[in-house]
């Protein structure tokens, strides 16, 4: 069976779409600095072309970082830092939950509308499917993850020691820088499918370049870049 090309029906070559998306959700850009960026290379394309082809790429391009990554994680034993963000859409508050590893992985992300025991529930199981248990979960003292991994079985694995949970609430910051470029969200869903995938793109390039000569820098930086190009391109 012949497998067809994501990229069918697009006059467009991929390699100006991965572009396009990249520099979208990797960057605080809006889709007109975007559009200007391009043209400024010679691409001359609408704003709206770049919103489509993020909604449409998008999501197919984290979900194979995310499977690539994935199945090495599975095995692992990592220490897990759990947080809470707030987040406006149209001035009702929601709750960006993220579960970030010991380096700074992003692992999940998941939006809810409340902050209880239900919603802290279901982003544990969401979690735990995908990622399989860690040793540790770091949290902040919100009785909702207490209850939570209580109903799981694993509260003896809950830390709550002042400080240690500063991975997860850094890792906020570049989402941040990209909820501002974006003027907010408008719907929840739109926020769920940022969240995600600016989470695998931001996993995909995140070299952590304060921690490695500029040689290693250069190098995974290069890696990184060059599985980008790759993906979607069977």
């Given at each position: 069976?012949?497998?067809?090309?994501?990229?069918?029906?697009?006059?467009?070559?991929?390699?100006?779409?991965?572009?396009?998306?990249?520099?979208?959700?990797?960057?605080?850009?809006?889709?007109?600095?975007?559009?200007?960026?391009?043209?400024?290379?010679?691409?001359?394309?609408?704003?709206?072309?770049?919103?489509?082809?993020?909604?449409?790429?998008?999501?197919?391009?984290?979900?194979?970082?995310?499977?690539?990554?994935?199945?090495?994680?599975?095995?692992?034993?990592?220490?897990?830092?759990?947080?809470?963000?707030?987040?406006?859409?149209?001035?009702?508050?929601?709750?960006?939950?993220?579960?970030?590893?010991?380096?700074?992985?992003?692992?999940?992300?998941?939006?809810?509308?409340?902050?209880?025991?239900?919603?802290?529930?279901?982003?544990?199981?969401?979690?735990?499917?995908?990622?399989?248990?860690?040793?540790?979960?770091?949290?902040?003292?919100?009785?909702?993850?207490?209850?939570?991994?209580?109903?799981?079985?694993?509260?003896?694995?809950?830390?709550?020691?002042?400080?240690?949970?500063?991975?997860?609430?850094?890792?906020?910051?570049?989402?941040?820088?990209?909820?501002?470029?974006m003027l907010r969200f408008r719907r929840m869903r739109?926020?769920?499918?940022?969240?995600?995938?600016?989470?695998?793109?931001?996993?995909?390039?995140?070299?952590?370049?304060?921690?490695?000569?500029?040689?290693?820098?250069?190098?995974?930086?290069?890696?990184?870049?060059?599985?980008?190009?790759?993906?979607?391109?069977?």
């Amino acid at each position: 069976m012949t497998k067809h090309s994501r990229f069918r029906y697009f006059k467009t070559s991929p390699e100006i779409i991965r572009l396009a998306v990249m520099m979208y959700i990797r960057f605080p850009l809006s889709l007109r600095n975007v559009e200007d960026l391009l043209h400024e290379r010679g691409i001359d394309i609408c704003h709206e072309t770049v919103r489509y082809w993020w909604h449409r790429f998008g999501p197919m391009f984290a979900a194979e970082i995310r499977k690539r990554r994935v199945e090495g994680m599975r095995s692992s034993r990592w220490r897990w830092h759990l947080d809470e963000g707030f987040v406006k859409i149209n001035g009702e508050l929601h709750y960006l939950w993220r579960a970030v590893d010991h380096e700074g992985e992003v692992l999940e992300s998941f939006v809810t509308k409340k902050r209880d025991k239900k919603a802290a529930l279901k982003f544990l199981r969401k979690s735990l499917k995908r990622h399989g248990r860690a040793d540790e979960f770091v949290t902040d003292r919100l009785r909702s993850y207490g209850a939570a991994l209580g109903v799981l079985g694993i509260v003896d694995r809950q830390e709550t020691r002042r400080w240690m949970n500063n991975r997860a609430e850094n890792s906020h910051q570049p989402f941040r820088r990209g909820e501002r470029a974006m003027l907010r969200f408008r719907r929840m869903r739109t926020l769920q499918k940022f969240a995600s995938v600016h989470a695998s793109v931001y996993n995909l390039f995140n070299t952590e370049r304060s921690l490695h000569p500029r040689a290693s820098f250069k190098r995974n930086r290069a890696a990184a870049l060059a599985e980008w190009r790759g993906l979607c391109a069977g």
